[in-house]
């Protein structure tokens, strides 16, 4: 049986669209409405047919779904759930995308009954954005995870899982600031510092920007892909997990001033075993089917 | 007309038995001598067939090339050119394939006759090392970057040129110091960073293993490959480009600290300037054929 028979969808960029094809590919039976802020983006929803109807208000969107999928960056959150209070029916769960989960539950419920609201997180995405940036694969074999709150019966919870499982994710539950923690550093710090390093060399004068495009494959180049994320969602990402990427950012940044003392006493021993350490991670990595085992990412060198 | 007819190549690991295969691939006539200092990495080289004689010395590897081509850690160059000081023929010439040029020309020089040594520089590769791990084509779309000495003449440093566009590559010629400073930007610093980052995510208490793993697909994965690269040549890289890696590094952290302070204040807008402006150096990356146009590296998701 179908954990739901009709998802709403609100948000049709790259994680909404790729969700709007995955029920299509793996539940087609049910039915997917959708809502985008844009006027464009709805426009573009509806020539992709990336739902049976989309609609122009958020509260229209909801009114006879038992699924709602925020898929708006997490400081649009609140506004949105705002708007749909009154349209959205007494049984219905909401869930949603976001980076953030103790942010977003508080800013849900603010809105919301708590006990309608099961915040979820696929571990997933690409650089690009938009609702063409979907595809119905984005989610099988990554992990979703799920954030109850203690407002949640359980079956409205396996609901959730169970949608997840649909499209190909793994599921695992886990406390809302304890997501936040990890997601600060398996994410958020990389996109900080991602982020960071491009606008480093974008700033050089002594070596160009066409020096730097030229020769970025000597590693360089492999930061620019998640620095060419959508600004926007990860602008709401920091400001609403704040505490948690500040802690990771200063252990990152001792770590960091340990190296930058080994090279400047040219300490040879502290930087081969600082170096040693990491191919461990990327193998089991690897192993367990989170990254290409392919050499450089299976790029084609051809 | 080939460049060089007789190739010595020092080193057999995976830039070394890369341009062992590219040469027996694009140029089939050359005949190639190889030789590394592990005995194991000999054998396996013979195994593989990468050359027509693998020889037991350095010395023994030089007595009859018209080009020698040092692939081994920038540290070791000064012990090699010494090893083949005294066999090498007064006409070859002596090329390198080191991520640092300045210290590089130094150590050969140090033990060879300048205007024999034309060093150089391919900016290609992928994390995995050894003689199993080289192709053909990993320098095909490339950039080599050719960094002559004062010494040299025209032909020699257009021989050197030739031979890699032979392979595959576009070359480009560059002052030492300023190889340098480019390559420490593009990346020197990327390498560090990554490895910082991955040893700070090995290091938390908070955050378990097998959780930086599982969701590493949030953007540290990303990081994960080029942490995974060579731990002895990248040490002798930042021993060796010691002054423009700091200076870079410098850089990083001032802009780093300046993102932190927004995140601390809550400052959207300084986040979000940041964060607008990268997107426009991934597209230059791609447009110009440095990386693949497809989402995710081109990454599989089936």
Redesign the interface.
């Known amino acids: 049986m179908l954990p739901f028979a009709r998802v709403t969808i609100i948000g049709l960029g790259l994680i909404g669209s790729s969700i709007a094809r995955a029920v299509r590919e793996y539940m087609p039976s049910v039915r997917i409405t959708g809502h985008d802020v844009s006027a464009e983006v709805r426009e573009a929803a509806r020539a992709l047919k990336l739902a049976d109807d989309v609609t122009d208000t958020a509260g229209a969107a909801v009114t006879d779904a038992d699924l709602v999928i925020m898929c708006v960056p997490v400081?649009a959150m609140a506004a949105v759930a705002s708007e749909i209070a009154a349209d959205l029916p007494g049984d219905a769960i909401v869930s949603d995308v976001g980076?953030c989960k103790a942010s977003v539950a508080a800013a849900l419920t603010a809105h919301l009954p708590a006990s309608q609201v099961v915040p979820a997180h696929p571990?997933?995405?690409?650089?690009?954005s938009g609702p063409e940036?979907g595809?119905a694969?984005?989610f099988?074999g990554?992990?979703c995870?799920v954030t109850p709150l203690t407002e949640n019966d359980e079956v409205s919870v396996e609901r959730v899982a169970e949608f997840w499982r649909r499209l190909g994710a793994d599921v695992?539950q886990m406390a809302p600031d304890h997501h936040d923690?990890?997601?600060a550093?398996?994410?958020?710090?990389?996109?900080?510092?991602?982020?960071?390093?491009?606008?480093?060399?974008?700033?050089?004068q002594?070596?160009t920007?066409s020096?730097?495009?030229?020769?970025?494959?000597?590693?360089?180049?492999?930061?620019?892909?998640?620095?060419?994320?959508d600004?926007?969602m990860?602008?709401?990402v920091?400001?609403s997990n704040?505490d948690a990427?500040?802690d990771?950012?200063q252990?990152?940044?001792e770590?960091?001033s340990q190296?930058?003392r080994?090279?400047?006493w040219?300490d040879?021993d502290a930087?081969?075993d600082?170096?040693?350490?990491?191919?461990a991670?990327?193998?089991?990595?690897v192993d367990?089917g989170?990254?290409?085992a392919a050499?450089?990412?299976?790029?084609?060198?051809?």
């Open positions: 400081g980076s571990v997933a995405g690409t650089e690009q940036a595809f694969t984005l099988r990554r992990w995870i695992e923690l990890v997601l550093v398996t994410s958020h710090l990389p996109h900080l510092i991602a982020y960071t390093i491009v606008g480093t060399a974008d700033d050089l002594q070596v920007q020096e730097v495009i030229k020769f970025s494959a000597g590693g360089f180049r492999d930061f620019t892909r998640i620095a060419a994320s600004p926007v990860w602008r709401d920091f400001l704040k990427v500040l990771m950012l252990r990152f940044s770590d960091l190296l930058q080994a090279i400047r040219g040879g930087l081969y600082r170096f040693a350490r990491t191919r991670i990327r193998r089991s990595i367990q989170q990254d290409d050499a450089d990412f299976g790029r084609k060198h051809d």
